[in-house]
């Protein structure tokens, strides 16, 4: 069975403070696929990026960069010099290979509070 | 590019009524899945169609199901409702298993 952890439940920072949200994910399986997404107060889950498990590389995209480490199974997310509109709900999710098809296994997620 | 459309947004129905939720998913693509949102359960995998064939199913009552037509759009049902049914409704649209999804802005169901 698959299952996502999110430790952090609720976060607050002032605005551009560097905040990390952590996710550790457990699979059996070897071929795995790990999401971000953000989910602002209208409700809308917003895609933010996709890692499969054969690419440990880092990304940085902006001030978001995400750190994949097979070895530790997590797949944290830093956002750099933070802002009042990343305030929202962050979901890290997993999806595995195979015949399983689209099924996305989320985390609980983790409230971002950015304060002006 | 036209996102992922859900209607209704909102819908308030009674207990034992039944509701029909509908979800027009990004052209091109062919995986339609559905998640239910609530705050004691967070976000749960209910059924996800590919070509018209449903090819998962999460741990939900029958009272669940799902279609998906030829031209990708997909609707789902739910039965009998409860108060427990209560929820935000996610429809996602992905161009097969492993790749990016992305979410319609849900519908929200109250069950009175």
């Known amino acids: 069975a698959q299952k996502v952890t999110q430790a952090q439940t609720e976060i607050s920072v002032v605005e551009k403070e560097d905040v990390t949200l952590d996710c550790v994910y457990e699979?059996?399986?070897?071929?795995?696929?790990l999401f971000w997404y953000k989910q602002p107060p209208s409700g809308e889950l917003v895609f933010l990026i996709r890692?499969?498990?054969?690419?440990?590389q880092n990304e940085i995209s902006g001030r978001y960069s995400w750190n994949f480490q097979k070895s530790t199974s997590s797949f944290n997310f830093t956002i750099t010099a933070s802002q009042v509109v990343d305030s929202a709900v962050y979901f890290c999710?997993?999806?595995?290979?195979?015949?399983?098809?689209?099924?996305?296994?989320f985390g609980p997620g983790t409230r971002l509070s950015v304060l002006p | 590019k036209a996102g992922v459309t859900q209607t209704p947004r909102y819908l308030i129905k009674t207990r034992g009524q039944q509701v029909t939720l509908s979800c027009s998913p990004i052209?091109?693509?062919?995986?339609v899945s559905w998640y239910q949102q609530t705050p004691g359960q967070g976000l749960q995998f209910l059924f996800e169609?590919?070509?018209?064939?449903?090819?998962n199913k999460g741990n939900f009552p029958g009272r669940f199901s799902g279609r998906q037509f030829s031209n990708s759009r997909s609707e789902m049902n739910v039965s009998t409702l409860e108060l427990g049914d209560s929820a935000l409704y996610l429809c996602?649209?992905?161009?097969?298993?492993?790749?990016?999804?992305?979410f319609g802005q849900g519908t929200r169901l109250t069950v009175v």
């Open positions: 996602a649209s992905s161009f097969d298993r492993g790749t990016e999804a992305f």
């Open positions: 699979t059996r399986d070897t071929t795995y696929y």
């Open positions: 890692r499969n498990s054969f690419d440990e």
């Open positions: 999710a997993l999806s595995v290979g195979g015949d399983y098809g689209q099924n996305f296994v």
């Open positions: 052209s091109g693509h062919r995986s």
């Open positions: 169609y590919f070509s018209e064939t449903q090819r």
